[in-house]
């Protein structure tokens, strides 16, 4: 971990949760396992498509008039001799994306167009060598997507995350493994290297990694730079020596232990020191109750004027809000901790801030527990995040906030905040 996720890591131990970071989010590799081959979903409806086939197929289950009704098609799914047309991953509501006259019924110009887009889908994910044909293991990783349900829904995956998972996700299993992210971060290193090494030396100076950092972080990447060289730098020289690169690796494996306790201790629910894999879906099958909630929260902070709706101003201005706030928490937390004043955090008082950050985290966790068991539910963490945003200066107006838990945006004022 470098210095510049030390942000990042303080949103996963919570204190900076509001951006988005759920303690509960299931990230722990799974076991290698021997897979069982893919079903055979492609042929015929999606590569190669065959129209003859499809339409005959179709017309099976239409009935007379040609048309396919939400019942037809529920009658249908239940029986094995019409697959032809009908396949695992087929949805009505997908079809209905296509319904034209919108009579909430699909004829075979319809359906076909269904097939047309999907098979457009699927080749953009998976068709690795843009030759308009899946084969060998581009064919296996769309079987297991099809089978996984990652194309089912109206719309499925598209755009840029139908692109990246078909280029990153060889298995086709929807998610990436370790292996597959591993695969992923050398390939963008070794982008980083040809874009930035302005020496042509193979490697980045830290002059290189700073113009790196500037382009890519924003307004919180600016500061964690400068926070990196400010702790750090010791002799103020603009990069950091063997040494001072040592004392940074030792700073970020205690910040990693920190965050391992806090983990274990609100996660760890059977108590056996661990956080296990299973531990983790149970929290997040938790949180999947509350996601509709936070996504309305989310909006609701973001949506500036009040019209209901999120513009990709209103989402980009409300980034550099967070991160704007962020940063001042941050600049003003570590002074906290300067005991001699010199604007720079030495390795004792390095100590002493990580033991106030974890402090200061469980502290909030005790504020919003309200049932008192130890840990915070969804709804009392969403609490705490709110809690947060207003510290920041990143929450609406009290009016806004009260119009959502009314479930009426109309009711909130039209004026910007700033």
């Known amino acids: 971990m470098s210095f510049r996720n030390v942000g990042k890591s303080l949103a996963v ?4 949760a509001w951006a988005g970071v759920v303690l509960a989010a299931d990230k722990t590799p799974s076991k290698a396992a021997v897979k069982a081959p893919a ?3 492609c042929l015929g409806a999606v590569d190669p498509f065959d129209r003859a086939t499809q339409k005959t197929g179709f017309y099976a289950i239409a009935g007379k008039d040609g048309e396919l ?3 037809e ?3 249908a799914s239940e029986k094995t001799s019409t697959k032809d047309f009908l396949r695992s991953f087929d949805k009505f509501a997908s079809l209905l994306r296509f319904d034209k006259d919108k009579n909430s019924k699909i004829d075979w110009v319809e359906a076909q167009a269904y097939r047309v887009d999907l098979r457009k889908r699927v080749l953009a994910a998976f068709d690795a060598n843009k030759d308009s044909r899946l084969k060998g293991p581009e064919r296996e990783a769309a079987n297991r997507a099809l089978a996984a349900g990652k194309f089912s829904r109206a719309g499925g995956m598209s755009g840029r995350r139908a692109a990246f998972m078909g280029k990153w996700d060889k ?3 929807g998610k990436l493994s370790e292996a597959e992210r591993n695969a992923m971060r050398e390939s963008f290193r070794k ?4 874009k930035y090494d302005k020496d042509g030396d193979g490697k980045l100076s830290d002059e290189e990694r700073q113009a790196m950092r500037k382009d890519r972080g924003g307004i919180m990447g600016a500061a964690l730079q400068r926070w990196r060289m400010q702790h750090f730098d010791v002799d103020g020289d603009g990069k950091l020596s063997e040494a001072e690169e040592a004392e940074q690796k030792e700073f970020q494996e205690q910040f990693r232990a920190m965050g391992k306790r806090i983990d274990v201790k609100y996660n760890d629910l059977d108590g056996d020191g661990e956080v296990s894999m299973e531990e983790r879906r149970k929290i997040g099958r938790e949180w999947a109750g509350s996601a509709l909630k936070m996504m309305a ?3 609701t902070y973001m949506d500036r004027d009040g019209d209901g709706t999120v513009s990709a ?5 409300f980034g550099k809000k967070i991160q704007t706030g962020m940063v001042k928490w941050f600049d003003d937390y570590m002074k906290e901790f300067d005991a001699d004043t010199n604007g720079r955090l030495d390795k004792k008082e390095r100590k002493t801030y990580l033991a106030g950050l974890e402090k200061n985290f469980t502290t909030r966790v005790g504020r919003f527990d309200a049932d008192k068991d130890g840990r915070l539910n969804p709804s009392e963490t969403i609490d705490m995040l709110k809690d947060f945003a207003k510290e920041i200066d990143v929450a609406p107006s009290e009016a806004k906030l009260k119009a959502l838990e009314e479930g009426d945006l109309r009711k909130t004022d039209k004026k910007p905040r700033d």
């Open 69 to 71: 009704t939400s019942e």
């Open 13 to 16: 131990v919570g204190i900076l």
């Open 73 to 75: 098609f529920q009658n």
């Open 313 to 317: 101003e209103e989402r980009t201005g």
């Open 39 to 41: 079903p055979k979903l």
């Open 171 to 173: 298995d086709g299993d």
């Open 191 to 194: 982008r980083s290297v040809e």
């Open 297 to 299: 929260l989310a909006a």
